[in-house]
């Protein structure tokens, strides 16, 4: 497709439940990120990768949250044992590579835990 | 760690009038963009910017890296261009993640 795609668009979780989360990056970008936003706030970076390598897990809050890229496309990120204050909006973005930095984002999955 | 902050935090206009948000960074940037958060919450790319002067319609961008900040005009506004406007940026030390602002809040009245 022409840009970053994210599914679902919403997802609502009982506390506890494991949700899966996926994006699919514009076709031949390197890069590949993913960012936490809170309501009212800005993203808040989680974890990056460059092809299938996960390169820094640094924003991951917890250890609930794992993310894999295996054929270095296709992203899913997993969260586990979900708790309230998960909830948000999920947002991926790619990156083409070199030395244009551009990032470009997807419509994000809002999560709502109950 | 690098402090992005935006300013104004809210800002109402009258359509058709101009407006001007700030950017300024505590840190030396490899990558400033703006960005348009749309009411369904879709981040749409408005400049790539680390350096310089760019135009694209009503809106354009500054950014003076050497004095770490970045401005974005807003002319003629219009009901459209409500929502949020974040400017994040990339550190120096190539750690390619984006450090977002807290963003400016734009409301466009008729």
């Known amino acids: 497709g022409a840009g970053v795609s994210q599914s679902p668009r919403y997802k609502v979780a009982k506390r506890g439940q494991d949700v899966a989360l996926r994006c699919d990056p514009i076709?031949?970008?390197?890069?590949l990120f993913w960012y936490q936003q809170a309501l009212g706030q800005g993203p808040e970076f989680l974890t990056y990768?460059?092809?299938?390598?996960?390169?820094?897990k640094s924003g991951l809050p917890s250890d609930r949250f794992f993310a894999e890229r295996p054929e270095g496309s296709v992203s899913t990120l997993k969260i586990q044992r979900t708790q309230q204050e998960d909830s948000a909006v999920y947002l991926c973005?790619?990156?083409?590579?070199?030395?244009?930095?551009?990032?470009?984002f997807g419509p994000g999955t809002r999560l709502t835990v109950l | 760690g690098i402090q992005v902050e935006q300013s104004p935090p809210d800002l109402i206009l009258q359509e058709g009038a101009n407006s001007t948000l700030r950017c300024n960074f505590s840190?030396?940037?490899?990558?400033l963009q703006w960005f348009h958060q749309n009411p369904w919450g879709q981040l749409i790319n408005l400049f790539y910017?680390?350096?310089g002067t760019k135009q694209n319609g009503r809106l354009s961008a500054t950014t003076v890296a050497t004095e770490r900040y970045s401005l974005l005009y807003i002319s003629s506004s219009q009901t459209t261009d409500s929502g949020v406007y974040f400017c994040?940026?990339?550190?120096?030390?190539?750690?390619?993640?984006?450090?977002f602002g807290s963003g400016t809040r734009l409301l466009v009245r008729p």
């Open positions: 973005a790619s990156r083409g590579g070199g030395s244009y930095n551009e990032q470009f």
């Open positions: 076709s031949g970008h390197v890069s």
């Open positions: 990768f460059q092809n299938e390598a996960q390169l820094d």
């Open positions: 840190d030396s940037v490899n990558n």
């Open positions: 910017i680390p350096s």
């Open positions: 994040a940026v990339e550190r120096m030390d190539s750690s390619y993640k984006l450090i």
